[in-house]
C-alpha cells in the first residue's frame, strides 16, 4: 500500500513540473489576468519566467516535505552482525594468514629472531 502513494505523489509531482511553468507561461503570454496588457513584452517574459521557476521550486519543495514525512513499515531490529559473530581466536588467525600468505612465516620468524 505503501508504494501506490509514493507512486501517487510522484506521478502528481511530476506532472505539476510540467503543468504549472507552462500555465504560468501560457497566462502571461495570453494576457489572461487583467493589467497585464500595460507591461512591456520583456517585463512579460520577465515575470513570468520567475514565477514559472518559483512554481517549479515550490512543487519540488512540497515533494521534498512529503517524501520526508511518509511513513516507513515497522521492521523488527536486526542484531549487529559484528557483535553476534564468535570470536576468532590468536591461533585461528594467524594459522589462516600462514596459509594465505606463505611468506609471512618466513618473514615472522625473521623478525623474531629464529632464523
Not at 27 to 35: A, K, M, S, V
Request: overall charge positive.
Amino acid at each position: 500500500m505503501a508504494v501506490s502513494r509514493v507512486m501517487v505523489v510522484f506521478t502528481i509531482a511530476s506532472i505539476l513540473m510540467w503543468v504549472l511553468p507552462i500555465g504560468v507561461l501560457q497566462t502571461f503570454n495570453w494576457n489572461i489576468i487583467p493589467g497585464l496588457e500595460d507591461l512591456s513584452p520583456r517585463a512579460r517574459t520577465l515575470w513570468s519566467g520567475a514565477l514559472a521557476v518559483l512554481c517549479v521550486n515550490v512543487v519540488i519543495a512540497c515533494y521534498i516535505f512529503l517524501a520526508l514525512h511518509e511513513s516507513t513499515p515497522a521492521t523488527e531490529p536486526q542484531p549487529d552482525p559484528i557483535r553476534v559473530g564468535k570470536p576468532i581466536s590468536r591461533s585461528l588467525a594467524y594459522r589462516k594468514s600462514r596459509s594465505s600468505a606463505p611468506y609471512f612465516g618466513l618473514l615472522a620468524a625473521a623478525m623474531t629472531g629464529l632464523c
